[in-house]
Protein backbone atom coordinates (compact mmCIF):
# COMPACT_ATOMS: atom_id res chain seq x y z
CA UNK A 1 0.00 0.00 0.00
CA UNK A 2 1.16 3.62 -0.85
CA UNK A 3 -0.52 6.25 0.30
CA UNK A 4 0.01 9.42 -1.70
CA UNK A 5 -0.56 13.13 -0.31
CA UNK A 6 -0.26 16.46 -2.83
CA UNK A 7 0.48 20.08 -1.75
CA UNK A 8 1.37 22.93 -3.57
CA UNK A 9 -1.13 24.16 -5.39
CA UNK A 10 -3.03 27.26 -5.49
CA UNK A 11 -4.10 30.42 -7.23
CA UNK A 12 -1.36 32.10 -9.95
CA UNK A 13 -1.57 34.66 -12.45
CA UNK A 14 -0.54 33.69 -16.35
CA UNK A 15 2.74 33.71 -16.74
CA UNK A 16 3.24 32.58 -13.43
CA UNK A 17 4.44 28.87 -11.77
CA UNK A 18 4.14 26.69 -8.73
CA UNK A 19 5.62 23.71 -7.45
CA UNK A 20 3.48 20.77 -6.82
CA UNK A 21 4.86 18.29 -4.63
CA UNK A 22 3.26 14.54 -3.85
CA UNK A 23 4.67 13.11 -0.39
CA UNK A 24 4.21 8.76 -0.30
CA UNK A 25 4.22 6.86 2.73
CA UNK A 26 5.90 3.37 2.92
CA UNK A 27 9.60 2.10 1.84
CA UNK A 28 9.18 0.84 -1.58
CA UNK A 29 8.44 4.49 -3.27
CA UNK A 30 11.37 3.85 -5.66
CA UNK A 31 9.94 1.04 -6.73
CA UNK A 32 7.12 3.08 -8.41
CA UNK A 33 6.86 4.83 -11.59
CA UNK A 34 5.38 8.18 -10.98
CA UNK A 35 2.55 10.24 -12.93
CA UNK A 36 1.08 13.03 -12.62
CA UNK A 37 -2.46 13.75 -14.22
CA UNK A 38 -5.49 16.74 -13.80
CA UNK A 39 -8.65 17.03 -14.69
CA UNK A 40 -10.76 20.37 -15.10
CA UNK A 41 -14.18 20.54 -14.38
CA UNK A 42 -16.60 18.65 -16.92
CA UNK A 43 -13.48 16.95 -18.62
CA UNK A 44 -11.61 13.57 -18.08
CA UNK A 45 -9.03 12.79 -16.11
CA UNK A 46 -5.47 13.54 -18.70
CA UNK A 47 -2.47 12.89 -18.19
CA UNK A 48 0.42 15.19 -17.44
CA UNK A 49 3.63 13.79 -16.86
CA UNK A 50 5.52 10.52 -15.94
CA UNK A 51 9.06 9.59 -14.00
CA UNK A 52 10.49 6.31 -14.10
CA UNK A 53 11.60 4.53 -10.78
CA UNK A 54 15.53 5.92 -10.94
CA UNK A 55 14.11 9.12 -12.14
CA UNK A 56 16.39 9.00 -15.34
CA UNK A 57 13.50 8.66 -17.55
CA UNK A 58 10.40 10.96 -17.92
CA UNK A 59 7.64 11.28 -20.53
CA UNK A 60 5.08 14.63 -20.82
CA UNK A 61 2.09 15.53 -22.70
CA UNK A 62 2.82 18.00 -25.49
CA UNK A 63 0.30 20.68 -23.89
CA UNK A 64 3.02 20.71 -20.93
CA UNK A 65 5.95 19.65 -23.15
CA UNK A 66 8.90 22.76 -22.42
CA UNK A 67 6.59 24.23 -19.40
CA UNK A 68 6.25 21.41 -16.83
CA UNK A 69 9.21 19.12 -15.10
CA UNK A 70 8.92 16.09 -13.12
CA UNK A 71 11.14 14.87 -10.70
CA UNK A 72 11.81 12.88 -7.61
CA UNK A 73 13.90 12.53 -4.44
CA UNK A 74 13.72 8.58 -3.50
CA UNK A 75 15.47 9.50 -0.08
CA UNK A 76 12.50 11.89 0.34
CA UNK A 77 9.86 9.67 -0.93
CA UNK A 78 8.45 13.03 -2.64
CA UNK A 79 7.79 13.53 -6.56
CA UNK A 80 7.07 17.11 -7.63
CA UNK A 81 6.18 18.98 -10.38
CA UNK A 82 7.46 22.05 -12.02
CA UNK A 83 5.13 24.33 -13.12
CA UNK A 84 6.47 27.40 -15.33
CA UNK A 85 4.78 29.42 -17.73
CA UNK A 86 1.06 28.99 -16.36
CA UNK A 87 -1.64 28.69 -18.89
CA UNK A 88 -5.38 29.85 -17.98
CA UNK A 89 -5.83 26.59 -19.70
CA UNK A 90 -4.00 24.63 -16.88
CA UNK A 91 -6.60 25.37 -14.25
CA UNK A 92 -7.69 21.87 -12.63
CA UNK A 93 -7.51 19.50 -10.24
CA UNK A 94 -3.73 18.00 -10.19
CA UNK A 95 -3.21 14.08 -8.69
CA UNK A 96 -0.30 12.64 -8.41
CA UNK A 97 -0.34 8.68 -9.20
CA UNK A 98 1.72 5.48 -8.71
CA UNK A 99 2.09 2.54 -10.65
CA UNK A 100 4.12 -0.80 -9.76
CA UNK A 101 3.76 -2.54 -12.55
CA UNK A 102 4.31 -0.71 -15.52
CA UNK A 103 6.86 1.90 -17.12
CA UNK A 104 6.12 5.21 -18.11
CA UNK A 105 2.53 4.99 -19.13
CA UNK A 106 0.45 7.71 -20.29
CA UNK A 107 -2.93 5.90 -19.02
CA UNK A 108 -4.66 6.18 -15.88
CA UNK A 109 -5.47 2.98 -14.71
CA UNK A 110 -2.26 1.45 -15.16
CA UNK A 111 -1.79 3.45 -11.96
CA UNK A 112 -2.83 1.71 -8.66
CA UNK A 113 -2.09 4.44 -6.17
CA UNK A 114 -3.67 7.99 -6.21
CA UNK A 115 -3.38 10.94 -4.11
CA UNK A 116 -6.58 13.26 -3.38
CA UNK A 117 -5.32 15.86 -5.38
CA UNK A 118 -4.87 19.00 -5.05
CA UNK A 119 -6.33 22.43 -7.10
CA UNK A 120 -4.29 24.81 -9.51
CA UNK A 121 -5.84 27.81 -10.72
CA UNK A 122 -4.14 30.18 -13.35
CA UNK A 123 -5.98 33.60 -13.78
CA UNK A 124 -5.92 35.28 -17.05
Known amino acids: QVQLVESGGGLVQTGGSLRLSCAASGRTFGSYTMGWFRQAPGKEREFVAAISRSGASTSYADSVKGRFTISRDNAKNTVYLQMDILKPEDTAVYYC?????????????????WGQGTQVTVSS
Open 97 to 113: AAAGRWGLSTTPDRYDY
